[in-house]
């Protein structure tokens, strides 16, 4: 996770603060999952995501990799799934 520099104002901590380059894109921005569906390799792994036995998305009013991204930048956690 950068470090920011401590004389930012709180609104700009707030929109900045956890805030990473995408892995290999290198965008400035969070990068936004425009699908509303997920797909597994085996009906086996989507069986244990369905189950919370595996971490995963099944469909994207559930949870997706936008929100998810969302919510770690609100806690100040690193932006990986």
């Known amino acids: 996770m950068k470090t920011l520099p401590k004389n930012l104002h709180w609104e700009t901590a707030l929109l900045h603060g956890?805030?990473?380059a995408a892995a290999g894109a290198g965008a400035a921005g969070?990068?936004?999952?425009?699908?509303s569906a997920f797909a597994y390799g085996t009906a086996a792994e989507l069986e244990a995501v369905f189950a919370?036995?595996?971490?995963g998305y099944i469909y994207t009013r559930i949870g997706n990799p936008t929100v998810a991204h969302f919510e770690r930048r609100l806690l100040g956690r690193a932006s990986s799934m």
């Open 30 to 35: 969070s990068t936004i999952a425009q699908s």
């Open 52 to 55: 919370g036995r595996d971490v």
């Open 18 to 20: 956890a805030n990473e």
